[in-house]
């Protein structure tokens, strides 16, 4: 392989590639432990992990919290070794909780977004766990490296770029996603990581950069590479896998996606997200008004009174595979998969080239 093994502290992946978190429950561990088995690092979605629980709609973090230790448990059983970690979103409601929480149970790594993850260095200080945050552009990772340096004494372990391409929750508002083409958002690029280099230098330590959105195949991750990334982040490609945690009808609407059926949307959560367009997004775009079952107190800033839908419900009817009720989130080239694939072929075709 060229330039690996990855380095990130004392952590090793064999291969350079993170796989993206994916909440509600399409990132669990079937995915994450096959992706870490391939020797990346697999990622589990902390979003909303305990809709499973038989106590879920009674007491969410006490469930989500239980299968949190779950999930891991499962992962490193097929990870064979493999480095395993969570996504954990700063929007979530008690997100010190579960950030905590992954730490105790002994997780690799977090990595964090949906908002800057400002205090995530002490919540983590009694841990040796890796932590990283989510930026998408050059103002969000000044601001936090600065931050981290000046409150903490301290840097990221490793750093998560986010395209404009992503899938799910975006870092942008709706000028910047117009603003940002791909040569536009390789200079982007280019200007945080030259924000990390910096760090590197003063801190005397390596930050691994991983770029991720619209990774959807070998000429993208290679453009990555050639932006100066370490490592690339993918996850609309892992969904349509036969690991992925997902029922087959949400793999079945990855499929049958045309490019024009993917649009930008506007969450609960307050930022723009990407998704399939479906009979749930019609009704959503006709005013009406899709009121929540039950608030599970997921998000620290929503109004369930206001809300045009909750966010919790559309997500869990997606991975249920009732997608004409469901949001489907997806990256913007989530149309050029037509196949159910393997993990492994995956993961050798976005590295082709780079894997012996």
């Given at each position: 392989?060229?330039?690996?093994?990855?380095?990130?502290?004392?952590?090793?992946?064999?291969?350079?590639?993170?796989?993206?978190?994916?909440?509600?429950?399409?990132?669990?561990?079937?995915?994450?432990?096959?992706?870490?088995?391939?020797?990346?690092?697999?990622?589990?979605?902390?979003?909303?992990?305990?809709?499973?629980?038989?106590?879920?709609?009674?007491?969410?973090?006490?469930?989500?919290?239980?299968?949190?230790?779950?999930?891991?448990?499962?992962?490193?059983?097929?990870a064979r070794g493999g480095v395993v970690g969570f996504n954990i979103m700063v929007a979530m409601n008690h997100y010190g909780e579960y950030v905590k929480e992954a730490a105790r149970l002994g997780a690799d790594f977090i990595?964090?977004?949906?908002?800057?993850?400002?205090d995530l260095p002490a919540l983590v200080k009694a841990f040796p766990i890796k932590i990283a945050p989510i930026v998408s552009t050059e103002k969000s990772a000044r601001v936090l490296l600065q931050y981290w340096a000046k409150?903490?004494?301290?840097?990221?372990?490793?750093?998560?770029?986010?395209?404009?391409?992503?899938?799910?929750?975006?870092?942008?508002?709706?000028?910047?996603?117009?603003?940002?083409?791909?040569?536009?958002?390789?200079?982007?690029?280019?200007?945080?990581?030259?924000?990390?280099?910096?760090?590197?230098?003063?801190?005397?330590?390596?930050?691994?950069?991983?770029?991720?959105?619209?990774?959807?195949?070998?000429?993208?991750?290679?453009?990555?590479?050639?932006?100066?990334?370490?490592?690339?982040?993918?996850?609309?490609?892992?969904?349509?896998?036969?690991?992925?945690?997902?029922?087959?009808?949400?793999?079945?609407?990855?499929?049958?996606?045309?490019?024009?059926?993917?649009?930008?949307?506007?969450?609960?959560?307050?930022?723009?997200?990407?998704?399939?367009?479906?009979?749930?997004?019609?009704?959503?775009?006709?005013?009406?008004?899709?009121?929540?079952?039950?608030?599970?107190?997921?998000?620290?800033?929503?109004?369930?009174?206001?809300?045009?839908?909750?966010?919790?419900?559309?997500?869990?009817?997606?991975?249920?595979?009732?997608?004409?009720?469901?949001?489907?989130?997806?990256?913007?080239?989530?149309?050029?998969?037509?196949?159910?694939?393997?993990?492994?072929?995956?993961?050798e075709d976005l590295l082709a080239g780079r894997v012996q």
């Amino acid at each position: 392989m060229k330039g690996m093994p990855l380095k990130i502290g004392n952590l090793t992946l064999r291969k350079p590639i993170f796989q993206g978190g994916m909440g509600i429950g399409i990132s669990l561990s079937g995915l994450a432990g096959a992706v870490a088995a391939e020797g990346g690092a697999g990622t589990i979605s902390a979003a909303q992990i305990g809709f499973l629980e038989e106590d879920f709609d009674e007491n969410p973090l006490k469930a989500n919290l239980r299968a949190m230790g779950k999930e891991l448990k499962k992962a490193r059983e097929l990870a064979r070794g493999g480095v395993v970690g969570f996504n954990i979103m700063v929007a979530m409601n008690h997100y010190g909780e579960y950030v905590k929480e992954a730490a105790r149970l002994g997780a690799d790594f977090i990595v964090s977004g949906a908002g800057l993850p400002a205090d995530l260095p002490a919540l983590v200080k009694a841990f040796p766990i890796k932590i990283a945050p989510i930026v998408s552009t050059e103002k969000s990772a000044r601001v936090l490296l600065q931050y981290w340096a000046k409150k903490f004494n301290r840097i990221p372990d490793f750093l998560v770029i986010e395209g404009p391409k992503a899938g799910g929750h975006l870092g942008f508002t709706k000028e910047q996603l117009q603003e940002f083409g791909p040569d536009t958002y390789g200079q982007e690029v280019e200007k945080i990581i030259g924000q990390v280099r910096a760090y590197e230098a003063r801190f005397e330590k390596k930050i691994p950069v991983v770029l991720g959105g619209g990774i959807s195949g070998r000429d993208q991750a290679e453009q990555a590479f050639g932006l100066g990334a370490d490592a690339i982040q993918a996850a609309s490609r892992f969904v349509a896998t036969e690991e992925c945690d997902a029922d087959p009808a949400y793999k079945e609407a990855y499929l049958n996606a045309r490019e024009k059926d993917i649009v930008l949307v506007k969450s609960p959560v307050g930022m723009p997200g990407r998704a399939i367009h479906n009979a749930f997004l019609e009704r959503v775009e006709g005013g009406e008004r899709i009121a929540p079952k039950r608030c599970r107190g997921c998000l620290r800033k929503c109004n369930p009174a206001k809300i045009p839908y909750c966010i919790t419900e559309a997500l869990i009817h997606a991975a249920k595979g009732q997608v004409e009720e469901a949001l489907l989130f997806c990256g913007a080239d989530a149309y050029k998969i037509h196949k159910i694939e393997t993990v492994k072929s995956v993961v050798e075709d976005l590295l082709a080239g780079r894997v012996q």
